[in-house]
């Protein structure tokens, strides 16, 4: 069965996931916006051994600490949607108007499209871009064991916000319509910020998604 951690990092406390086996203990590291060190103490202390970085977008507290985390442990950053690149060189820019240090910008060693796969071990996740909080926003869904990571897509009770650069609030409510919705009602998902939910339960109860 797959199992998910999840380390909140930046003051942003953004939910930097561990997705990994219980018994082999491989995984992969989604979103590593920052606090690296905590990061790598967590996967050493739990016995994870990390196969690679995973984006869902471009934001300074997603994709911060990508760079130095590939540089520590030698694994590949894939994702998110080469539509966010873009973003992630800017990220040094804005790490100053946040006041975030040790931040990099990060070049992915592949980008993600629509349609594609990515896997560990034997757990495998489609990929579905879904533009709208981050034009290059990905999400990553697991079929058989009905879950998904969902980013800043949407939250539990909320969504994505759309007023920075490259955010666009129509694009959202269909990239929610159109490729989280049909995921399933019973599917359940982890987010970028927050408490997870399901699916099924945002759609009856979620104020932003009336109407969808």
Not at 131 to 150: E, L, M, T
Not at 179 to 185: E, I, N, Q, R
């Amino acid at each position: 069965m797959l199992q998910a951690g999840i380390i909140p990092v930046t003051p942003f406390e953004q939910n930097c996931t561990i997705l990994f086996d219980p018994e082999t203990k491989e995984g992969v590291v989604v979103d590593p916006g920052g606090d690296v060190d905590v990061i790598l103490q967590t996967v050493r202390e739990n016995g994870i051994v990390l196969k690679a970085i995973w984006l869902t977008h471009g934001h300074i507290d997603h994709a911060g600490g990508a760079d130095e985390l590939r540089e520590a442990l030698g694994l590949e950053v894939i994702g998110p949607h080469e539509d966010d690149r873009p973003l992630l060189q800017d990220i040094e820019a804005k790490s100053k108007m946040f006041n975030i240090e040790g931040v990099r910008n990060v070049l992915p060693d592949r980008f993600l499209k629509d349609g594609d796969k990515v896997s560990f071990g034997e757990h495998e996740f489609e990929v579905f871009h879904c533009p709208g909080h981050a034009p290059g926003h990905v999400i990553y869904f697991n079929r058989k064991q009905k879950f998904a990571h969902v980013g800043d897509v949407l939250f539990h009770g909320s969504i994505g916000r759309t007023d920075l650069p490259g955010g666009n609030h129509q694009q959202l409510l269909d990239s929610i319509r159109d490729k989280v919705f049909p995921l399933g009602d019973d599917v359940g998902f982890i987010c970028g910020h927050g408490p997870g939910g399901q699916i099924g339960e945002e759609r009856r109860t979620n104020p932003f998604l009336r109407g969808l």
